[in-house]
């Protein structure tokens, strides 16, 4: 077993939440409409929002400004990302932790865990159900514990992308993690990660420091708020930040968040590429009574789509922890990412049958529908799911990643991406239901396309896949 390597910051660390500060811009007077529209206007030319700017949107109390800045979120995403989600799934690889937070089933303090790390053959045959059922993205999880090392980490990266099964193959694997060091991250790097994916959980200072202990690795802050820039120094320009809602003030850690994004984008020169902003679930061993700060589904939409107004380029993670009905009503304000299909207990695809047990994962999620019903309906609602990676493996990623920057980008790439796997999943892995849906939804998005050279390419590529068992064709 390796020892966890020192806590070394950055040079450029720097801890740049003032809780003060933050809190007086949660609770201004509200924004007038005058300004509330001046804002909106600035992220609809597709500015990146100031953390004073996205306070004035949170502090909307009236009806109409609400819908105002629902609408925007709408209509910002519609401009930005079309109408593609993208598809993926989480692989808990390990639940081992040392560290004690409050809130997770896998905390070093909770005795009914099962604890389980997966063998080589146990993550393949974890991959392999995902690749059954059509998956081209995943993330694997760790807890934080010297198993679970960085050359463990790359190890799993490695054991993931080689398995295939059928014409089933991985193409973007991610990681969450704890924040690594230096070497760690290269060391990651090199084995081929896409985005490495950290979330601050909380933050509030104080309330971080209520629920994770100053003693465990994880209870120390800063460390863990310079983790995406130690990454970007390393070299991994893909990061993703994150926070766990309900731990406190829900505008606070939007607040807290855009600080992160601005923070990243100033000293880098790139913005995080994905935020999440899980809800708080049940999980085993957790009682959490001390200042829990709920957020209804109504704040919850709100959240959404005032992220989505303040970092126009980032893409928003909506997980499986929320329920159906949840997920389709916030995914319109600006998600650009779903997991579906999940499971969080380790080995969940093989052996978690269909009812899910707490002892043995993290939290409960709260839709565990099968991916083929998920796409189902995401096309029945308009959206055109897609398992596209091709910028990532055409290193269009970190300040390369000009997805947004380039006119037409979409038109050229992302589009036509996300039709061609689309077309690959309904002709190896749909059901008949699914796959008439789906031959829909390419049909109307082809008859959006203007005639010519590029439609022809599609529109050939789309046979090849379909009757000449071609994969992969990626632009
Ligand atoms: N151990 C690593 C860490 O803490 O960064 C990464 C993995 S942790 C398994 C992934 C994320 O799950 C955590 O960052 C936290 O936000 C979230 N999580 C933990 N407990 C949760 C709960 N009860 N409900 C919802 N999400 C939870
Ligand atoms: Fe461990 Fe991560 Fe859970 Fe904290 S959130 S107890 S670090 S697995």
């Known amino acids: 077993m390796c020892a966890l390597p020192a806590m070394t910051l950055s040079p450029k660390a720097v ?32 500015e990146p929002l100031e953390v004073e700017e996205t306070a004035a949107l949170l502090s909307a109390t009236d009806p109409g400004m609400i819908e105002e800045i629902f609408a925007a979120a709408r209509q910002l995403k ?209 009682t959490l009574d001390h200042n829990y700060a709920q957020v209804d589904d109504e704040a919850f939409k709100r959240l959404i789509a005032v992220l989505r107004l303040s970092v126009p380029y980032t893409g928003l993670i909506l997980t499986a922890r929320e329920p159906p009905h949840v997920r389709r009503e916030a995914m319109e304000f600006g998600v650009s990412q779903i997991d579906a299909g999940s499971r969080c207990e380790i080995g969940g695809y093989t052996d978690g049958g269909k009812k899910q047990n707490l002892d043995r994962e993290q939290f409960a999620l709260g839709d565990i529908r099968p991916l083929d019903v998920v796409m189902r309906e995401l096309m029945a609602d308009g959206y055109v799911p897609s398992f596209c990676t091709a910028c990532y493996r055409l290193g269009r990623t970190g300040e390369h990643f000009m997805e947004f920057a380039i006119p037409g980008f979409i038109k050229r790439f992302c589009t036509p991406n996300a039709l061609t796997t689309l077309e690959e999943y309904l002709t190896d892995y749909a059901s008949p239901e699914t796959r008439a849906a789906g031959e829909k939804i390419i049909a109307d998005e082809l008859a959006k396309i203007d005639e010519g050279p590029g439609k022809a390419e599609i529109v050939d590529r789309l046979r090849r896949i379909r009757d000449g068992g071609e994969r992969d064709l990626y632009f």
């Open 78 to 286: 519609r401009d930005v990302y079309g109408n593609r989600i993208v598809l993926f799934a989480p692989i808990y690889v390990g639940n081992e932790c040392l560290n004690d937070c409050l809130y997770c089933g896998f905390k070093r303090s909770n005795a009914d865990a099962v604890r389980r790390t997966l063998d080589d053959d146990e993550l393949r045959r974890q991959v392999e159900a995902l690749e059954q059922v059509g998956h081209r993205r995943t993330i694997l999880v760790f807890g934080e514990h010297p198993l679970y090392d960085a050359d463990f980490i790359a190890h799993c990266v490695r054991v993931t992308y080689e398995t295939k099964v059928g014409r089933g193959d991985i193409r973007r694997v991610n990681i969450n993690a704890a924040p690594m060091d230096y070497e760690g991250y290269r060391t990651i790097k090199a084995a081929g990660i896409g985005t490495y994916q950290i979330f601050q959980e909380t933050y509030h200072h104080a309330t971080y420091a209520q629920l994770h202990p100053r003693n465990t690795r994880k209870g120390n802050y800063l460390y863990r708020l310079d983790g995406q820039g130690r990454a970007m120094e390393a070299g991994c320009d893909d990061v993703g930040i994150g926070a766990l809602f309900g731990l406190h003030d829900w505008r606070f850690e939007v607040l807290g968040l855009v600080s992160h994004a601005v923070h990243l984008r100033r000293t880098y020169g790139v913005g995080p590429h994905t935020i999440s902003f899980p809800r708080i679930r049940p999980a085993s061993g957790v």
């Open 15 to 46: 801890d740049f939440i003032d809780d003060a500060r933050l809190t007086a811009l949660t609770s201004a007077a509200p924004a007038d409409f005058a300004r509330v529209r001046e804002i909106i206007a600035k992220s609809l030319s597709k």
